[in-house]
Structures are given as C-alpha cells and as structure tokens.
C-alpha cells in the first residue's frame, strides 16, 4: 500500500497515528506530495479525482480517500479496537476533524490569499469553529478521551497539535482545563513523537 503525504497535514497525520498504533506502518510506503487547492498535485489527481490528501492506494482495490474511510478501512484489517465505541467514538472524530476542517481553512487564508485579500471574519468565524468545538469537547467528551484508546484520541490529538503548529495564538486551551491536561499528556505518546510535522 501507498499513502500520499504531506507531514503539515493533520488528516494524514491521524492516518500515520492509526499505522503507527496498529502496526501497520512498515506496510506502507509514504509518498510525497506537495498539493493544494490552487495547484493539485498530477499523481495525487489521478488517484484521487477530489486531489485531496490523505490517499491510500492498494494493489487489491480502488484507492481510499477521506482519513476517516482510510483510518476505518486501517483499522478493520488490524482487527483493531479503534472503532468499537460506536456512534459515540465516531462522533467524537467527526468533531476533531471538524477542527482541523476549520485550521486548514485559516491555513489557506493565510497562506494563499495576498495580504490586503485576506478575509478576517472568515479567519474569526473558522477560529469560532475550533474554540466551540474544543468547549463541547471539555463538557462533553473528556469521559471518552479518559478511557481506552480510541480513533478520538488520535483524531483529537491530529486536531489539537496542528492549531498548536499553524495557530498557536488561536487560544484554544483558554477555559478548557481538562482537554489542555489530556493533551499534555497525549501528545507525549510515542506515536505522536514520531509523526510531528517539520518546523513552520
């Protein structure tokens, strides 16, 4: 298998925590991509026609894009645990990946847009996504993110350093005492030692 790359990206980051905590990861061979919205990689594009990352290409079916297809589809052929919370699991997921959704969109006002062009309430209202998720995280889900690991964990701990790399003034620990202590904690894993991206 062959995952297409970029080690700034959080959806491929969770993809590499799921490889890593599984054992899978000598399974796959990394491919570097450089992509974006504005100038899609050509190998990426013809793998997947969206020319979004991650892409997992198999010998023995079509490729698999969107991270948590990818983190599913990875975890089922481990015979893992990752998914057996459910709906509950899910969602929790869904929310992380809600926040980086929310930091790669900054990233690319921020980085792709001139200056003078850039969108400030946009930049405010994807910031408002990011400290309203990490709220309902704290009154709701740090039961789960204190329990056994599950496919929130990674996806949360994806979420959580990638604002810390691109937005570290997004002020996301503010009020939120519980999450910060988990994530302390969490990203001191080894798997997430092993997967942080290069300096900005």
Request: proline share 8%; glycine share 8%; net charge negative.
């Amino acid at each position: 298998m062959k995952l297409f790359h970029s080690p700034a990206s959080p959806f491929v980051r969770k993809v590499q925590l799921v490889l890593i905590e599984t054992g899978q990861s000598e399974e796959v061979e990394l491919l570097p991509v450089s992509t974006s919205v504005t100038a899609p990689d050509s190998g990426l594009v013809a793998s997947n026609p969206l020319g979004k990352i991650p892409a997992l290409t198999r010998a023995d079916g079509p490729t698999l894009y969107d991270s948590r297809v990818i983190c599913e589809f990875l975890d089922a052929r481990a015979g893992g645990a990752l998914y057996k919370g459910g709906w509950e699991t899910k969602v929790l997921e869904a929310t992380a990946d809600g926040i980086m959704d929310a930091g790669v969109s900054m990233s690319y006002e921020k980085r792709l847009r001139p200056v003078e062009k850039q969108w400030d309430d946009w930049l405010e209202g994807q910031r408002a996504k990011i400290l309203g998720a990490c709220a309902a995280v704290e009154a709701r889900w740090m039961p789960t993110l204190n329990g056994p690991l599950t496919i929130g964990h990674l996806a949360m701990g994806a979420a959580l350093a990638y604002i810390d790399f691109r937005h570290p003034d997004a002020g996301w620990r503010e009020g939120n005492p519980q999450l910060t202590a988990w994530f302390t904690e969490f990203e001191s894993r080894p798997s997430m030692q092993a997967t942080q991206p290069p300096a900005a």
